[in-house]
């Protein structure tokens, strides 16, 4: 039920930011790495989904880091994705057995990358359904950008729906203003706190009308959490 995270590791800045924005419009966390020594450090306190892996690295290249991380104990299961320049290495990584889980060639469209990761997680017995997160009875789909409570059809506004989105995947966590603003609205937008106040009221008031807002809960001098559990 959780969002994935995905490891983008690129050393050409904008392609790399590129794919993020990419990834990020389709709801994926995302982490990002301009090379191998760095993609490593992030391995180290954190378990991505999926890496996205760049062929053509600086000194550690992306077909030799995968022979690593396959041969390696912790990390065997990790899903990979190889990205390949036109033409450049397509017919290599054919012939060898990398132990990558698929590759992609560049230029590629948004819709073909994501439908390889998709497939890779399908794949990987990490999910059944990406475009569904659901809770208890509360089902919203991502692809549809609708909710439905109870089996029937909620009308919502999109902060609405990102909001419910980031809460139904972080359950039981208390979250303040400023990581809801972040989470939700982002880093880069200027709102005033009092703002997520609003929305959640909004959020509140539809989940009312099933019943539901008892699951979303103020936690007096920290901020908001979404639980079934009552403390
Ligand atoms: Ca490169």
Same mark, same amino acid.
């Given at each position: 039920?959780?969002?994935?995270?995905?490891?983008?590791?690129?050393?050409?800045?904008?392609?790399?930011?590129?794919?993020?924005m990419v990834l990020q419009q389709y709801d994926f966390n995302v982490l990002e790495a301009g090379d191998v020594a760095q993609a490593q450090l992030i391995l180290e306190?954190?378990?991505?989904?999926?890496?996205?892996?760049?062929?053509?690295? /600086? $000194?550690?290249?992306?077909?030799?880091?995968?022979?690593? !991380?396959?041969? @390696?104990?912790?990390?065997? &299961? %990790?899903?990979? #994705?190889l990205v390949t320049a036109k033409g450049e290495e397509t017919d290599k990584i054919r012939g060898l057995d990398l132990g990558a889980d698929d590759y992609v060639t560049?230029?590629?469209? /948004? $819709?073909?990358?994501?439908?390889?990761?998709?497939?890779? !997680?399908?794949? @990987?017995?990490?999910?059944? &359904? %990406?475009?569904? #997160?659901?809770?208890?009875?509360?089902?919203?789909?991502?692809?549809?950008?609708?909710?439905?409570?109870?089996?029937?059809?909620?009308?919502?506004?999109?902060?609405?729906?990102?909001?419910?989105?980031?809460?139904?995947?972080?359950?039981?966590?208390?979250?303040?203003?400023?990581?809801?603003?972040?989470?939700?609205?982002?880093?880069?937008?200027?709102?005033?706190?009092?703002?997520?106040?609003?929305?959640?009221?909004?959020?509140?008031?539809?989940?009312?009308?099933?019943?539901?807002?008892?699951?979303?809960?103020?936690?007096?001098?920290?901020?908001?959490?979404?639980?079934?559990?009552?403390?």
């Open positions: 039920m959780s969002q994935f995270t995905i490891l983008v590791v690129e050393d050409e800045e904008a392609i790399r930011s590129m794919l993020v306190d954190t378990l991505p989904d999926l890496i996205l892996l760049d062929w053509m690295l /600086p $000194k550690v290249t992306g077909d030799e880091w995968t022979r690593r !991380l396959k041969s @390696s104990d912790n990390f065997r &299961d %990790l899903p990979i #994705i560049k230029p590629f469209s /948004p $819709k073909e990358l994501i439908s390889r990761i998709k497939a890779v !997680l399908r794949r @990987s017995g990490k999910i059944h &359904d %990406l475009t569904q #997160i659901k809770f208890q009875d509360i089902v919203l789909d991502t692809t549809q950008h609708c909710v439905s409570i109870a089996n029937s059809e909620v009308e919502i506004s999109p902060t609405e729906f990102r909001l419910l989105s980031f809460f139904l995947t972080h359950p039981d966590k208390v979250y303040n203003r400023t990581q809801l603003l972040d989470q939700v609205w982002g880093r880069s937008v200027y709102i005033e706190e009092r703002t997520v106040d609003v929305h959640i009221r909004r959020l509140r008031k539809i989940l009312a009308k099933y019943q539901r807002e008892e699951w979303l809960q103020t936690v007096r001098g920290f901020g908001y959490r979404f639980s079934e559990k009552n403390s």
